[in-house]
């Protein structure tokens, strides 16, 4: 069945470095998802990617969707404490009904 | 807007004892699902729900079954919970299930012993 990775599995960094996490497919996505879950939380929707090559920013977050729809990226430029949680992807294949979850990049940004 | 309400927030349970957990949405989604979320494996699908009256399984449902008598709401069932059935529980919504993100509740965390 279709297999989401993530990597890193932890990232510490020094508020104000930036931080990029990397999402990877085992089979070409439809459309790939993003979202954090902070501390004792719950999962909150960020963003849907759903074209090759696709780029989007909120803020200080950019998200891509690989050429060949098979990654995708989150990078965090000048990380705030407020960054803090776990970054999950969850990505939908050609043939599936559900979206299939990454294990996550836990992000600790330290003062 | 209350969202997604999930009912109870903690349980402890004895192994073999049953419970149902109540997941409640107010934004009409007609797509709900449930999750569960072990440390390092992320979020897995147990069943879900297309609408009412219907129900699937996802990748993870043995040992639990769901019921969507209503459009609102969302029941997963524990018939004899077990020790490796301890996680934190989500449920889910979404409008369509393939191009809106998710909205969660904020979780139920079950402990069996």
């Known amino acids: 069945g279709q297999q989401v990775m993530q990597i890193p599995q932890y990232q510490h960094v020094q508020e104000g470095e930036d931080f990029t996490t990397y999402c990877n497919s085992s089979t070409t996505l439809s459309n790939i998802q993003w979202y954090k879950q902070r501390p004792g939380g719950h999962p909150v929707f960020l963003i849907q990617?759903?074209?090759?090559?696709e780029v989007k920013k909120q803020k200080r977050l950019t998200f891509q969707f690989g050429e060949a729809k098979k990654n995708s990226s989150l990078h965090i430029t000048a990380t705030q404490t407020t960054d803090v949680g776990t970054y999950f992807c969850a990505g939908l294949d050609n043939y599936g009904q559900n979206f299939v979850f990454g294990p996550g990049t836990r992000l600790s940004v330290l003062p | 807007n209350a969202g997604v309400t999930q009912t109870p927030k903690f349980r402890v349970l004895k192994t073999g004892q049953s419970m149902t957990l109540l997941c409640a949405q107010d934004m009409n989604h007609e797509y709900m699902y449930w999750y569960r979320q072990d440390p390092g494996m992320g979020l897995r699908l147990i069943h879900y729900?297309?609408?009412?009256?219907?129900?699937a399984k996802g990748e993870v449902p043995d040992g639990y079954n769901v019921s969507r008598l209503k459009k609102q709401n969302f029941l997963l069932g524990l018939e004899s919970a077990a020790p490796s059935q301890t996680s934190v529980y989500f449920c889910?919504?979404?409008?369509?299930?393939?191009?809106?993100?998710?909205?969660f509740g904020s979780g139920t965390r079950l402990t069996v012993v």
């Open positions: 889910a919504s979404t409008p369509t299930g393939l191009l809106g993100g998710y909205t």
């Open positions: 990617l759903v074209k090759s090559g």
């Open positions: 729900s297309v609408g009412e009256g219907t129900t």
